[in-house]
């Protein structure tokens, strides 16, 4: 099978921040899972260039813009890199192709397209349109970004998202697009049902930053339509037949860009005659001691001092395990070193320094013969993108098998000759571990080809331990 998988691209308005790497790990974990099932996956990643907030900060640093998102586009690059994701495109939106295929999208929808003037309100932080009621219920300021919405009256073109509302429903319902989790679903769903057709352009002297609307100069497309073409365009629409990888398997995003996805992609997905994702992956926000990550309030997570402190593995396990998939979720400095130190180097480091050792001394060597599968209930989870279900599931197996070694006692079989027990004793703690740690692989990948390693020729277990403490 073919697979596609997205992950939203952020905006280079800063550095990246610690819940960025949510996106990354959950889609990286997804291709590396479809992978491991024999299945051939294209995976994009890239940068969010265009738009006010963009613009206004390179502004205030006295950057050219060019320049700014150049640099804030490599610092996103280096931070993919760090974290091992087997990306296969990054695309940037200024990218000449990316311009021209957007521009190439929006003619496509020209007949959903019409003129007209808005009056209302607006939040660059959000770069989002924001209705009467909304502003009235936040009294004017965005509680995201703890700003006042801008008042703005201009001549926009609008994208009639009605054209589509009762086929985007239908969808939705019937699960053809699934939205992960449920409780989305059903916010979306209501959502749906008020959502007005979209402003889709800024007036050039408003917004400079953006892609030109064909056939008028004075327009700069929205920066949501130029941002969610990427996942397409990356794939050379609409010059390039797409079919072979669209539509995406799994399409992953934060809760807060969900409506996005779920509205207005589908929406240009259904003008262009072209088929919706299989599944939307919502997931949750890391909040840093229950409170919003924000650099106001600076409380903000550098990830690489976490990665450099603790190591990739441990970073990823963390995000995987201990931060649900799809609720929001706290990070803290102490939790993480717990789970580091009494999970990652306890339960699992331990266990395969001592099952090495033993294999060692007993000569005990599994070569490449063992067949391992993958187990029907890590399947399912894994299917329905319950990954932090799916690595407690691991989990419990790492945990069962320190058991077994202290209950099967294999040094004891040694003390008493018993050599055949003790290889076969040694031997299926060495397939089970292995077995495991194959499920794993998605996860901690760095660390599961080491151990994988390590138990298949065990001659030389890792004088310094997997996981330090
Ligand atoms: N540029 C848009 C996305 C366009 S996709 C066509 C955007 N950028 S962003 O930089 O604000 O966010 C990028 C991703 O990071 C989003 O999925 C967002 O939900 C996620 N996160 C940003 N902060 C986060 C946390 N504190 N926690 C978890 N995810 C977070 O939105």
């Keep these: 099978?073919?697979?596609?998988?997205?992950?939203?691209?952020?905006?280079?308005?800063?550095?990246?921040?610690?819940?960025?790497?949510?996106?990354?790990?959950?889609?990286?974990?997804?291709?590396?899972y479809f992978r491991l099932k024999g299945d051939e996956v294209r995976f994009q990643v890239g940068t969010d260039e265009h738009g006010g907030k963009i613009f206004q900060k390179a502004e205030e640093l006295n950057i050219p813009v060019e320049k700014y998102v150049k640099e804030n586009s490599d610092a996103f690059r280096d931070f993919i890199g760090k974290l091992n994701i087997s990306y296969t495109d990054f695309i940037r939106t200024t990218d000449e192709a990316h311009i021209r295929r957007c521009q190439e999208i929006w003619k496509k929808l020209q007949d959903h397209i019409y003129l007209a003037s808005y009056e209302g309100w607006y939040c660059t932080g959000c770069e989002r349109f924001i209705t009467e009621k909304e502003c009235q219920e936040n009294h004017g300021v965005c509680p995201d970004h703890q700003k006042p919405y801008e008042k703005i009256k201009e001549e926009n073109y609008y994208f009639r998202i009605s054209d589509f509302k009762s086929q985007i429903k239908a969808k939705i319902e019937s699960d053809e697009l699934l939205i992960l989790p449920d409780f989305r679903k059903k916010e979306i769903l209501k959502l749906l049902d008020d959502s007005p057709d979209v402003s889709i352009s800024r007036p050039r002297e408003q917004l400079k930053w953006g892609v030109t609307v064909p056939g008028d100069e004075s327009q700069v497309m929205y920066v949501w339509i130029d941002a969610l073409s990427n996942y397409i365009t990356v794939l050379g629409y609409p010059e390039q037949d797409i079919s072979e990888w669209w539509p995406a398997a799994a399409q992953f995003v934060g809760k807060d860009i969900l409506r996005f996805h779920a509205i207005i992609w589908p929406a240009m997905l259904l003008g262009l005659g072209l088929e919706l994702p299989k599944v939307i992956v919502s997931h949750g926000m890391i909040l840093a001691d229950g409170q919003k990550m924000s650099k106001s309030i600076g409380n903000v997570v550098d990830p690489i001092e976490v990665i450099n402190k603790y190591g990739l593995d441990a970073f990823r396990f963390f995000f995987l395990r201990h931060v649900d998939t799809f609720a929001d979720s706290d990070y803290t400095a102490e939790k993480f070193d717990e789970a580091y130190k009494n999970e990652l180097a306890n339960d699992l480091g331990n266990l395969v320094q001592r099952l090495a050792t033993l294999a060692k001394k007993n000569n005990i060597q599994l070569g490449n013969s063992a067949v391992l599968e993958l187990s029907t209930g890590y399947c399912e989870l894994m299917d329905k993108f319950e990954f932090s279900k799916a690595f407690d599931y691991c989990w419990e197996k790492v945990q069962d098998l320190n058991k077994r070694i202290d209950e099967e006692k294999p040094w004891m079989l040694a003390k008493a000759g018993e050599t055949e027990k003790l290889e076969n004793c040694l031997k299926k703690l060495l397939v089970d571990l292995l077995q495991v740690n194959t499920e794993l692989t998605p996860f901690m990948p760095d660390a599961c080809g080491k151990i994988a390693e390590i138990l298949r020729d065990p001659i030389a277990p890792p004088k310094v331990p997997l996981f330090p403490k």
């Design 1 to 32: 099978m073919r697979e596609y998988v997205t992950t939203a691209i952020p905006y280079v308005n800063g550095a990246p921040h610690i819940g960025h790497a949510v996106d990354y790990c959950l889609a990286d974990t997804a291709a590396r």
